[in-house]
């Protein structure tokens, strides 16, 4: 049984996209409340609540359902306030909560499928590796282009980055001769349907991928299975 602790506004994977959402990601909240004239940091029981109050989740754990999380981090706390619960219970021994990000989640599920057979083996990298890859590939078709010149390599191609796993969690099939079309009439976006295939071309002679593309790649998978 899977249920979300808190549901994430744009990830992974959406349908109906609105364009304005891909341009504007939704700013994270946090609040620490507290009585007028107390420090929070010196009641860490209040601080604690303040946080995030897992009581609403209770009925879920106990029931065994993994949490599903927006972030690593609020995974990290739900468990944190869960064990910190039972310790005060009094009790000396209990079940480890499933509480786990959703990026970790699918990565999990993506890394089962292709144990089992039902996806192709890649090797997923990192947001660093994956920057380089793509200054790589921008340097090498900015030379052989020779049409333009950039001025902060690496910022292109943290934005050509973005702008191919915004693609990819859209569902923006990019081979699609009308949409690629569509792309070559304008030169930027001319410009970085070049760089993606390129990037495409690297990836996959090297037997790689991304995070996004994992996800991507799940859809594929028959239904059925974990």
């Not at 891909?22 to 601080?47: D, F, M």
């Not at 995974?75 to 499933?98: C, H, K, P």
């Not at 390599?153 to 796993?165: G, I, N, V, W």
């Not at 099939?173 to 792309?183: C, K, S, T, V």
Request: hydrophobic share 40%; aromatic share 6%.
């Amino acid at each position: 049984m899977l249920t979300a602790a808190t549901a994430p506004d744009n990830y992974p994977l959406r349908r109906n996209p609105k364009p304005r959402d891909i341009l504007q990601p939704t700013p994270s909240r946090c609040k620490v409340s507290g009585k007028a004239g107390t420090n929070p940091l010196e009641h860490p029981h209040t601080l604690s609540r303040s946080l995030y109050d897992i009581t609403p989740l209770e009925p879920l754990i106990e029931s065994g359902a993994t949490l599903l999380t927006p972030n690593f981090r609020l995974a990290r706390r739900i468990r944190a306030e869960w064990n910190a619960r039972r310790a005060a219970a009094g009790q000396s021994t209990w079940e480890s909560l499933d509480a786990q990000a959703l990026e970790s989640w699918l990565q999990q599920r993506w890394e089962q499928a292709v144990a089992n057979g039902d996806l192709e083996p890649r090797l997923p990298l990192g947001q660093a590796q994956l920057s380089e890859v793509w200054q790589q590939v921008i340097e090498l078709e900015e030379q052989r282009s020779g049409n333009y010149q950039l001025l902060r390599p690496a910022a292109a191609a943290e934005l050509a980055s973005q702008a191919r796993d915004n693609l990819l969690r859209w569902q923006v099939d990019l081979d699609d001769p009308g949409i690629r079309q569509a792309f070559t009439l304008d030169e930027d976006c001319a410009t970085f349907l070049a760089w993606r295939d390129a990037f495409e071309q690297r990836m996959a002679r090297a037997g790689q991928c991304s995070f996004v593309d994992c996800v991507a790649a799940l859809l594929q998978c028959e239904p059925g299975g974990e």
